[in-house]
């Protein structure tokens, strides 16, 4: 069978995971498009799947690693999966985090007083989304307002591709989106290459993290090619952009659908200072010094993670919660359905940020994944939401339009459908 059926539930039902888990228990297959599926779901059987190491890789459906690339991380395996992670993993430090800080705050500001000019109801998602690329964009690559602008436009094309049937038919999404990474990849590439100008005269970039790929080498020596360091590029704009959009939204949204547990934080949010001291901003809002925080955000991914799932591919036989799956098989890891299964005296299916406070949860949290391909961006990810957090909502009274459809759209990330309307206006002291 070709389960085109199930493919197609499986794109458009946010539940398809979840209903099957209830009637075929934590481990079962399916086939999507001609490839035998596995899903798993639970921490006994996502644990046994990470201690599997060779027997297992990386996969993804192929609209996502096409428009990725061959050379993507995400498509590598084994030790050059290890080396481009080195490569890549020089823009997640915490000296390179309190680089970009300043930048942060700044684009936190300016959304501040964008959304305090609004005098009409606005639409919050639009702003985050160009809020979470401008974040990425002038960290890694260091572009003005103005490129910003000129790149975003072909990477919302791109990104709604990502997750679409991998048929180029002429004005499909996939079909858009392989003629927007092109452009992307020359753009990319120009970029690299003025880095790599500046740093042959030795000349310091006027911003961004760029000119720490510029010579594509690791600190074991490894150098790569501009095409992958390009690929690369591309790889990072998507997970620190759409993945980071979506969980600003679904932040905003939780809590304004919540406000017991929005006055709640802002009882802390009350102590804290905005902006934060300078050179204090990676570390000025953590679990340590704004616990409230940590635990709605802890909440928040775990009722809307930004990516549902991920996959790996067998490689031989393995055993996963007690069930042998054989070789070739692709096992899909549900984030969404583990994020809410666990302990049943627990109320895993409410908002009850709490719950992390008191550290009395048995949920299983893997907002960014898990093993040797955990999110590479994780650290640049948390410390964008807990500025925007701090920044906005300490700052900004947020009210919720009547009669709009807060519904999640989950493709390719979670998102309210019609756009989380708000009013907003300054903060009584």
Request: aromatic share 6%; with cysteine.
């Amino acid at each position: 069978m070709t389960g085109i059926i199930e493919t197609l539930s499986f794109l458009r039902d946010p539940n398809f995971a979840l209903s099957r888990f209830e009637h075929y228990g934590d481990v079962y297959g399916t086939t999507l498009l001609g490839q035998r599926t596995v899903f798993i779901r639970g921490d006994r059987a996502i644990q046994d799947l990470f201690a599997q190491g060779d027997a297992i890789e990386g996969w993804w459906p192929d609209s996502v690693r096409n428009l990725l690339g061959p050379l993507s991380l995400a498509n590598r395996n084994g030790a050059e999966h290890k080396a481009r992670r080195r490569v890549v993993g020089q823009l997640f430090t915490t000296a390179a985090l309190r680089r970009y800080s300043p930048a942060i705050v700044k684009l936190v500001n300016e959304l501040r007083q964008d959304l305090l000019a609004e005098a009409n109801p606005v639409a919050l998602v639009p702003k985050l989304r160009r809020f979470a690329f401008s974040v990425i964009a002038s960290t890694v690559l260091g572009l003005n307002a103005v490129d910003r602008e000129d790149l975003f436009v072909d990477f919302e094309t791109w990104c709604q591709g990502l997750f679409s049937l991998p048929f180029a038919l002429p004005g499909s999404a996939y079909s858009r989106a392989l003629q927007a990474r092109q452009r992307l990849l020359r753009r990319l590439l120009k970029l690299l290459g003025e880095a790599q100008e500046a740093a042959a005269k030795g000349s310091a970039l006027a911003s961004g993290g760029l000119d720490l790929l510029a010579g594509g080498l690791d600190e074991a020596g490894l150098s790569l090619g501009d095409e992958d360091v390009a690929e690369q590029l591309l790889l990072l704009l998507f997970a620190g952009y759409e993945t980071t959009a979506s969980s600003l939204s679904c932040l905003l949204l939780k809590l304004l659908e919540h406000p017991e547990e929005l006055a709640w934080l802002q009882e802390e949010l009350a102590e804290l200072a905005w902006p934060p001291s300078e050179g204090e901003a990676v570390t000025a809002y953590d679990a340590s010094r704004a616990p409230r925080l940590d635990a709605v955000l802890k909440e928040v991914m775990r009722l809307a993670p930004p990516v549902g799932g991920f996959f790996r591919k067998t490689l031989e036989p393995i055993v996963l919660a007690d069930v042998l799956v054989p070789a070739n098989r692709v096992v899909q890891v549900s984030i969404s359905a583990s994020h809410i299964h666990g302990n049943n005296e627990e109320d895993l299916g409410n908002f009850q940020p709490k719950r992390h406070y008191d550290r009395c949860s048995s949920a299983t949290l893997l907002p960014f994944g898990g093993g040797e391909r955990v999110c590479l961006g994780k650290a640049l990810a948390e410390l964008e939401i807990r500025l925007l957090a701090v920044g906005i909502l300490k700052q900004l009274s947020l009210a919720l339009e009547p009669e709009q459809d807060l519904t999640l759209r989950v493709i390719p990330s979670p998102s309210p459908k019609d756009g989380l309307l708000v009013r907003s206006g300054p903060r009584p002291s």
